[in-house]
């Protein structure tokens, strides 16, 4: 069996006395999206920017390939740092308004020496091609491009280093619904050409639906439900998934439903509650707090274990 391209084990990230996210565990497998869904603050950046080790955790492990980085030195993250790649919502800001867009596409491979001058030129040209952008885009400037534009830059300087693991940050949240299906289109196509292993951030479940092999809910940085796409859309168990997926039937865009939030009560309410013997494996702990608990098909749920009511 070959080791998951990424795997994040009991990730968790305080920032001053706050635990953003929470002993969080998630897996890309090898050639996979795994979708991580949840509203705005609930820990999804977070949680993408520790697995490049952008953002150093405050407790677990990080393995790429199987491989334990989380305390290698930034020398020794070197290697990694060429597989693994971001790509953001605010792509503009990213792009050095003062470059050419050959330049800025072609700067990962000047960054790391890799070929001459005009070996990089012909590369960008390339990949200009390879995201739906016209060779001749290589000698203009990023003002004079739309946002999707602009996220086809992103996308191109992110994979020209061969990168393998993706993480695209909200790569479509700020384009318009149109354009958003052709950004999520090409990081399809570009996922399957290339075999990349992606973790793809939403707040969006419509967005993550023909994409993700797998979906991650996190609510308040707690992973409170994950199982394979389909099943999530069919049989959604746990109260904040099924807020997402009720905010999902986009009509009209100006009067769309986008009711995600859910007070105490609610959840409460709502959360799915298992008897211990109703559940397999038997849980670890004997506590009143939720557990991630497995149902059918690679399927979990956060629950509360009782034997009471
Ligand atoms: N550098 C930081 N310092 C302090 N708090 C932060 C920092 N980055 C994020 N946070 C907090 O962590 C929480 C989760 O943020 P984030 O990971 O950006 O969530 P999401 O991407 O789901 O919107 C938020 O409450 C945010 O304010
Ligand atoms: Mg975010």
């Known amino acids: ?17 706050q635990t953003v996210v929470d002993r969080v565990d998630l897996i890309v497998p090898r050639n996979e999206v795994v979708a991580l869904v949840g509203e705005s603050g609930s820990g999804k950046t977070t949680t993408g920017l520790m697995a490049l080790r952008l953002v150093e955790p405050t407790a677990g492990r990080i393995l790429l390939g199987g491989q334990d980085i989380t305390d290698l030195s930034q020398k020794a993250m070197k290697p990694f740092r060429r597989q693994t790649q971001v790509v953001f919502q605010d792509s503009y800001s990213s792009l050095d308004p003062m470059m ?24 960008a040209r390339h990949w200009l091609e ?7 885009y290589a000698t203009r400037y990023p003002h004079e491009l739309s946002g999707g534009q602009r996220q086809r ?7 020209i280093l061969g990168a393998s693991v993706l993480v695209a940050d909200e790569p479509t949240s700020a384009l318009d619904v149109s354009v958003k299906a052709q950004i999520v289109n090409l990081l399809q196509d570009l996922q399957g050409e290339m075999g990349l292993s992606m973790l793809f951030i939403s707040h969006d479940l419509s967005v993550v639906r023909s994409l993700a092999d797998q979906v991650v809910v996190m609510l308040r940085g707690r ?11 069919a049989a959604a168990h746990h109260p904040y998934t099924r807020a997402l997926l009720d905010a999902v039937p986009v009509i009209d865009p100006k009067t769309r439903r986008r009711r995600t939030f859910l007070s105490a009560e609610e959840l409460a309410a709502g959360t799915p509650r ?3 013997h109703e559940i397999e ?17 690679s399927h979990f749920v956060e629950a509360i274990v009782t034997e009471g009511r």
């Open 1 to 17: 069996m070959t080791a998951p391209a990424l795997e994040l084990r009991q990730i968790t990230k305080r920032f001053d006395a």
């Open 100 to 123: 050419t867009l050959g330049e800025i596409i072609a700067e990962p491979l000047a960054i790391h020496a890799i070929g001459t001058p005009s070996e990089r030129r012909d590369q």
């Open 130 to 136: 390879r995201v739906g952008l016209d060779g001749s």
């Open 153 to 159: 830059i992103s996308v191109a300087r992110a994979l």
């Open 223 to 233: 992973v409170v439900e994950r199982g394979p796409t389909d099943r999530i859309f």
């Open 274 to 276: 298992f008897r211990p």
């Open 281 to 297: 494996p038997q849980p670890l702990v004997d506590t009143a707090d939720p557990q991630l608990v497995a149902l059918v098909g």
